[in-house]
């Protein structure tokens, strides 16, 4: 019978240390390996040349490194680029780099499908099928990086969790991905330049404050209204206003960190001047940043770009009330790559 290999970016350093003494070997091994793993991005042991073939074949007989595959990469007329990411058991999820004139995003999945159903996003209409584990997390990161060092001549500088998925409703193997990116033995990059990018589960919001999380939060909010929001987020009937707004004045008092929220207007939707001051109202208790963003359409037509009138009520509210604003445009449309649109289709 076939033994199955453990995937070997499962262990803690500690566990490749205590995994070499075992075997008769220096507990230094298990640094050396770790170094391949995670800083060099070692696709198999094959690549760990300063490891004894002896060694590299006993790793080879106990363990995998289930790497992801970029199956497809697409490139948009205005650089942004989009990954379809093959992995280890032939699920496909999509990452995207988006390039700018002062930085380089990625922005990363952290479920295949999605546990929630807003009813604006592509990527709803497929079921979550699992959690990604945290080293698919990094490797989506990695890709990107390298992408962006070959298309655009500088590395990665920003991350945002707004791929496919629920970030806290993976939010172990996040947490344990986001560890690996900014530690100095994998990516070293600084948590403020890393994003989270909840619909809002205010139990999860509290735990990130409670756990003294360093990287920056932002809500999918897109109405301040709970009639509506749950007409379009129907997981709001489950975690209504009220409740996500104490998780945030939570998280406020904890880290007193401006909240960003991400908004989408819509014609007909949340387009009306009631929408915008029970927005004001939810924003008010925190420094607040509204990012209002461009909506794609998924193809069946039920949500439509709201009309630039609407938007320009929207920012002279927002800016009347002292709340910070910006209008972002979408990037990567023409390959299904801008918010919402993730969906596998490529
Ligand atoms: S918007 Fe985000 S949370 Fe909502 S269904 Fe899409 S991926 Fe899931």
């Given at each position: 019978?076939?033994?199955?290999?453990?995937?070997?970016?499962?262990?803690?350093?500690?566990?490749?240390?205590?995994?070499?003494?075992?075997?008769g070997d220096k507990a230094f091994r298990g640094n050396q390996v770790y170094e391949w793993l995670w800083q060099k991005s070692a696709y198999s042991f094959e690549d760990m040349t300063n490891i004894s073939l002896e060694t590299r074949q006993m790793l080879e007989d106990n363990f995998v490194i289930n790497h992801i595959k970029v199956d497809q990469m697409q490139r948009s007329s205005d650089g942004t680029i989009k990954n379809a990411v093959r992995l280890h058991d032939d699920l496909v999820v999509e990452s995207v780099l988006i390039p700018t004139a002062s930085r380089t995003t990625a922005c990363v999945s952290s479920q295949v499908g999605c546990?929630?159903?807003?009813?604006?996003?592509?990527?709803?209409?497929?079921?979550?099928?699992?959690?990604?584990?945290?080293?698919?997390?990094?490797?989506?990161?990695?890709?990107?990086?390298?992408?962006?060092r070959l298309y655009h001549n500088r590395p990665l500088s920003n991350i945002v969790f707004m791929g496919m998925g629920e970030p806290l409703m993976n939010y172990n193997n996040v947490l344990k991905a986001i560890d690996k990116i900014t530690s100095p033995e994998g990516l070293g990059m600084s948590p403020k330049r890393i994003v989270v990018s909840t619909s809002g589960v205010p139990k999860m919001i509290k735990k990130m404050a409670d756990d003294n999380v360093k990287f920056k939060l932002?809500?999918?909010?897109?109405?301040?209204?709970?009639?509506?929001?749950?007409?379009?987020?129907?997981?709001?009937?489950?975690?209504?206003?009220h409740d996500l707004r104490e998780a945030l004045q939570y998280w406020y008092a904890a880290t007193k960190n401006r909240i960003t929220y991400e908004y989408v207007v819509w014609d007909g939707i949340n387009d009306k001047r009631k929408d915008v001051e029970a927005l004001v109202e939810f924003c008010k208790f925190a420094p607040s940043k509204v990012n209002l963003i461009e909506y794609n359409p998924i193809d069946d037509g039920e949500f439509q770009q709201a009309t630039s009138k609407a938007i320009d009520m929207y920012v002279s509210i927002l800016e009347a009330n002292n709340i910070t604003v910006t209008v972002r445009r979408s990037r990567g449309k023409d390959i299904d790559a801008a918010c919402g649109q993730l969906a596998n289709k490529s």
């Open positions: 019978m076939e033994v199955k290999k453990k995937d070997i970016r499962a262990l803690t350093k500690e566990q490749l240390r205590e995994f070499f003494v075992k075997h546990s929630l159903d807003c009813r604006f996003c592509a990527t709803a209409r497929l079921k979550r099928m699992r959690n990604l584990n945290p080293d698919e997390i990094y490797d989506q990161v990695v890709a990107i990086d390298n992408e962006s932002a809500v999918s909010l897109h109405s301040a209204i709970d009639d509506i929001r749950t007409s379009i987020m129907p997981f709001n009937s489950t975690f209504p206003l």
